[in-house]
Structures are given as C-alpha cells and as structure tokens.
C-alpha cells in the first residue's frame, strides 16, 4: 500500500517552494519562516524509516516554522532600541 501524500516528501519540498516564490511577491519574512518549516520537514521524511502520523507532522512543521520565522525575526530585525526614520519624501 501506498504512503499517504503527507509522508511524500517532494510535495513538502513543492510546497516550500510554492512558500518562498509567495515570499518573494509578498514580502515581509512570513511567508519565509513556513518556508523553510516545510523545507526541513520535507528533508525530515527522507530520512527511511520515520513515518510520523498527521498530527505529529503537523506539528513538527509547526514547530520548525515558528523557529524559522524567530531566526529571521533576530538577523534581520533593527538593532534594539533603532527606529526607522525618513529624512525625505520619496517624491521630491
């Protein structure tokens, strides 16, 4: 019998890139950190052997994207304490 299509991990990897090209039309680092969550569970299912249920997936994909989106969060966030200012308009 064939594995259900949550444990196929190509399709983890598809919808990782499906993720990133939205990240790039959507900017902003949130679509980012799913990204990479489904990325990493997809590279989790090739590992032979690990056939985890749908809830634990879930929540490992959870999990991994929460710790992605915080990563980002931390390298590309202002240093603490910096506002962003504008010193001029864009249309003059």
Same mark, same amino acid.
């Given at each position: 019998?064939? /594995?259900? $299509?949550?444990?196929?991990?190509?399709?983890? @990897?598809? %919808?990782?890139?499906? =993720?990133? +090209?939205?990240?790039?039309? =959507?900017? %902003? $680092? +949130? $679509?980012? %950190?799913?990204? +990479? %969550?489904?990325?990493? *569970? !997809?590279? @989790?299912?090739?590992?032979? !052997?690990? *056939?985890?249920?749908?809830? &634990?997936? =879930?929540? &490992?994909?959870?999990?991994?994207? #929460?710790?992605?989106?915080?990563?980002?969060?931390?390298?590309?966030? #202002?240093?603490? !304490?910096?506002?962003?200012? $504008?010193?001029? /308009?864009?249309? /003059?």
């Amino acid at each position: 019998m064939a /594995d259900p $299509f949550w444990l196929t991990w190509w399709i983890w @990897l598809a %919808g990782a890139l499906v =993720l990133a +090209i939205v990240e790039v039309v =959507l900017p %902003g $680092f +949130i $679509f980012l %950190g799913f990204a +990479i %969550g489904a990325a990493i *569970t !997809g590279l @989790l299912l090739l590992i032979p !052997g690990v *056939t985890p249920s749908l809830p &634990i997936l =879930l929540l &490992i994909f959870a999990v991994l994207s #929460l710790i992605a989106w915080l990563v980002l969060r931390r390298m590309f966030a #202002l240093p603490h !304490g910096q506002v962003k200012t $504008f010193n001029h /308009d864009i249309n /003059d």
